[in-house]
């Protein structure tokens, strides 16, 4: 069990793609088990994390609508991320399909290390077609 314990107001971040996480690198396992095609929430980060052709990419959960933790209140299934609070629907890449959200979800950048593991850097907001790149 991680982080049971908020230790400080910055926990419960307003607007929030923290949500206790602050700006630091979270954990976001090995490319191993990433395949192309992967779309899935990130435990407890309230990220998803993607791979495409071009690599690895990862997008907040939280719905840009209303600010609900899609990874709490949502869903993905077929390439689709779908939030439970007002039936928001974002793409694989995070563009709006389905409102009332209007904004996209915003991404963030990816590092991929030497033995595959795979941290999201929460702090550091990139371009939706900003990936890592897998090496062959
Ligand atoms: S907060 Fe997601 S649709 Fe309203």
Avoid at 44 to 53: E, F, K, N, Q, T
Avoid at 112 to 133: E, F, N, W
């Amino acid at each position: 069990m991680l982080g049971g314990v908020c230790a400080s107001a910055a926990c419960s971040s307003e607007g929030g793609d923290g949500a206790g996480q602050g700006t630091g690198g979270v954990a976001a396992g090995n490319v191993s088990a990433v395949p192309v095609g992967h779309l899935a929430f990130v435990s407890g980060a309230s990220a998803i994390l993607g791979r495409d052709a071009g690599g690895l990419y990862a997008m907040s959960a939280i719905c840009t609508h209303q600010s609900c933790d899609m990874s709490e209140r949502g869903a993905i299934a077929s390439g689709v991320v779908s939030c439970a609070c007002h039936g928001s629907k974002f793409s694989a890449t995070g563009e709006v399909t389905n409102g009332p959200a209007s904004s996209a979800l915003r991404h963030f950048k990816v590092e991929l290390a030497a033995d595959g593991s795979i941290t999201i850097q929460k702090g550091s907001a990139v371009d939706a077609a900003t990936r890592a790149a897998v090496p062959g």
